[in-house]
């Protein structure tokens, strides 16, 4: 459903972005038939539902966790599972629950679970993008790219993840660059090009299988400060919750040190590593806020990478592919920092990296350059944006350590003096500097809840807005 910008109309709730944390609002405020709120999406995309994650339709792209621990509602587990099968027959959803699904299905899952909705029909879809939100009496006032405007009693931002950008400084001349969230284009690199992607986490697992489910035939060289890949996920299980009283009363150091003495246990007891980082899933949030500015800090400078690569795991069978192109030398993994991209006169790519651990600069040719550098967390990095142009309003301010944007419980935005904004709203990835936990499903699963509930508690029942 695609409808005219709003003009002159107003709405109780505009939801900015249409990704998932979006939907799941959505969901949320469309699910109570005895609510009254006009709600809004504001989102440029072609579907809804989608955002970077789940825009693939590629089957080799798949789900980072288990079908089973993917509903969309935290009450019914098994939404999910059940949407994937088209059944209730239990043996083919206990198969699926511990499977990975393609991603694109999760896509369509949460749009379909949108259109459930006893609501469904109030939501307005404007296919556009907010370029400004301006604060009035007792709204806010949105500029989309249009010229339109739409008022709104309540704004969430839902604004999901930016990619990280390569320095302009470090790239000369005509350099053959795709982004590895843009399918279609690392789809168009053609199958003999010696690639190198920059950065090694789960963009460029994407970006990898975009090329082998293209029939790429080329190198592909990997480079990243520390030359680490995401790890695989083991056989289901020993998910079990752990008391982490102890370990929060801890230090960084000395939770580091017990977390390895758990592992080593585990491994002692015939239990894989990974189900430490299960039973501790649940509690990332409590062990982020319970670390003190500094820890914090030392967390980020020092132990950031290798804790994602064991908690943001992968599919055992995309971590099979990865191995299995490593073992054949198609792909190369190197450790260091980018220094410089070149374009060549035969049209190829000099790169320039400094190895980590090692002195002077070391080099190789490549034809195209893909960036997998990830998440932008720096709003102050991000000037041509929403974000930004809320930044230079005094609407917005920096998180904790300047990642994400500053944000009390349920998700109120506090503004450049630090006070909390009575209308404006964040979930997901724009908090991650608050409660680092908060870029994964259950994470936005219940964000998404306690925003609708605080919001029909709020707002239900009175008159929407107009200009």
């Given at each position: 459903?695609?409808?005219e910008?709003?003009?002159?109309?107003?709405?109780?709730?505009?939801?900015?972005g249409?990704?998932?944390?979006?939907?799941?609002?959505?969901?949320?405020?469309?699910?109570?038939?005895a609510?009254?709120l006009?709600i809004?999406?504001?989102?440029?995309?072609?579907?809804?539902a989608?955002?970077?994650?789940?825009?693939?339709?590629?089957?080799?792209?798949?789900?980072?966790?288990?079908?089973?621990?993917?509903?969309?509602?935290?009450e019914?587990?098994?939404?999910?599972?059940?949407?994937?099968?088209?059944?209730?027959?239990a043996?083919?959803a206990?198969?699926?629950?511990?499977?990975?699904?393609?991603?694109?299905d999760?896509?369509?899952?949460?749009?379909?679970?949108?259109?459930?909705?006893?609501?469904?029909?109030?939501?307005?879809?404007?296919?556009?993008?907010?370029?400004?939100?301006?604060?009035?009496?007792?709204?806010?006032?949105?500029?989309?790219?249009?010229?339109?405007?739409?008022a709104?009693?309540?704004?969430?931002?839902?604004?999901?993840?930016?990619?990280?950008?390569?320095?302009?400084?470090?790239?000369?001349?005509?350099?053959?660059?795709?982004?590895?969230?843009?399918?279609?284009?690392?789809?168009?690199?053609?199958?003999?090009?010696?690639?190198?992607?920059?950065?090694?986490?789960?963009?460029?697992?994407d970006?990898?299988?975009?090329?082998?489910?293209?029939?790429?035939r080329?190198?592909?060289?990997?480079?990243?400060?520390?030359?680490?890949?995401?790890?695989a996920?083991?056989?289901?299980?020993?998910?079990?919750?752990?008391?982490?009283?102890g370990?929060?009363?801890?230090?960084?150091?000395?939770?580091?040190?017990?977390?390895?003495?758990?592992?080593?246990?585990?491994?002692?007891?015939?239990?894989?590593?990974?189900?430490?980082?299960?039973?501790?899933?649940?509690?990332?949030?409590?062990?982020?806020?319970?670390?003190?500015?500094?820890?914090?800090?030392?967390?980020?400078?020092?132990?950031?990478?290798?804790?994602?690569i064991?908690?943001?795991?992968?599919?055992?069978?995309?971590?099979?592919?990865?191995?299995?192109?490593?073992?054949?030398?198609?792909?190369?993994?190197?450790?260091?920092r980018?220094?410089?991209?070149?374009?060549?006169?035969?049209?190829?790519?000099?790169v320039?990296?400094?190895?980590?651990?090692?002195?002077?600069?070391?080099?190789?040719r490549?034809?195209?350059?893909?960036?997998?550098?990830?998440v932008?967390?720096?709003?102050?990095?991000?000037?041509?944006?929403?974000?930004?142009?809320?930044?230079?309003?005094?609407?917005?301010?920096?998180?904790?350590?300047?990642i994400?944007?500053?944000s009390?419980?349920?998700?109120?935005v506090?503004d450049?003096?630090?006070?909390?904004d009575?209308?404006?709203?964040?979930?997901?990835?724009?908090?991650?500097?608050?409660?680092?936990?908060?870029?994964?499903?259950?994470?936005?699963?219940g964000?998404?809840?306690?925003?609708?509930?605080?919001?029909?508690?709020?707002?239900?029942?009175?008159?929407?807005?107009?200009?």
């Amino acid at each position: 459903m695609s409808l005219e910008p709003a003009g002159s109309s107003g709405v109780d709730v505009a939801i900015v972005g249409g990704g998932a944390a979006g939907v799941l609002v959505a969901i949320r405020l469309l699910s109570d038939p005895a609510s009254r709120l006009r709600i809004a999406i504001i989102e440029p995309a072609a579907e809804l539902a989608r955002g970077a994650a789940y825009a693939t339709t590629q089957p080799a792209h798949l789900l980072n966790v288990t079908a089973g621990r993917m509903s969309a509602l935290a009450e019914d587990p098994g939404h999910f599972v059940r949407f994937l099968s088209g059944s209730d027959d239990a043996g083919t959803a206990a198969a699926l629950a511990t499977g990975f699904a393609p991603r694109r299905d999760y896509g369509r899952y949460l749009g379909d679970t949108l259109r459930a909705q006893p609501r469904y029909p109030a939501l307005q879809w404007l296919q556009e993008r907010a370029t400004d939100i301006e604060r009035r009496d007792t709204d806010s006032l949105l500029t989309l790219a249009s010229g339109a405007t739409l008022a709104a009693r309540a704004v969430v931002l839902a604004v999901g993840n930016t990619p990280r950008r390569i320095p302009a400084a470090r790239l000369h001349g005509a350099v053959r660059l795709a982004d590895a969230w843009n399918y279609e284009g690392v789809a168009a690199v053609p199958a003999d090009a010696d690639v190198c992607i920059i950065g090694s986490g789960l963009s460029m697992v994407d970006a990898v299988l975009s090329l082998v489910h293209g029939g790429h035939r080329g190198c592909i060289h990997v480079l990243s400060r520390h030359g680490l890949m995401p790890l695989a996920h083991a056989a289901t299980g020993g998910a079990d919750l752990v008391a982490i009283d102890g370990l929060l009363a801890l230090g960084l150091r000395e939770r580091l040190r017990r977390i390895r003495a758990w592992t080593r246990e585990a491994t002692a007891a015939g239990e894989p590593w990974q189900w430490v980082f299960d039973r501790l899933r649940p509690h990332g949030q409590a062990l982020w806020r319970s670390l003190g500015h500094v820890e914090q800090q030392r967390f980020l400078r020092h132990l950031v990478r290798y804790w994602d690569i064991h908690r943001h795991r992968i599919a055992p069978q995309v971590a099979q592919t990865l191995g299995a192109l490593r073992e054949r030398g198609r792909l190369e993994v190197l450790a260091g920092r980018l220094q410089s991209v070149a374009a060549r006169a035969d049209g190829g790519l000099d790169v320039r990296y400094r190895p980590r651990h090692a002195d002077g600069e070391c080099a190789f040719r490549a034809d195209w350059l893909i960036n997998a550098t990830g998440v932008e967390t720096h709003i102050d990095l991000q000037p041509d944006t929403l974000l930004g142009a809320l930044r230079v309003r005094g609407r917005v301010l920096p998180g904790p350590h300047g990642i994400g944007i500053a944000s009390e419980e349920p998700g109120r935005v506090l503004d450049a003096r630090g006070q909390p904004d009575p209308g404006l709203f964040v979930l997901g990835a724009m908090r991650i500097g608050t409660l680092w936990e908060s870029l994964a499903i259950p994470e936005l699963r219940g964000q998404a809840q306690a925003l609708a509930d605080h919001l029909r508690a709020t707002l239900d029942g009175r008159a929407a807005p107009t200009t």
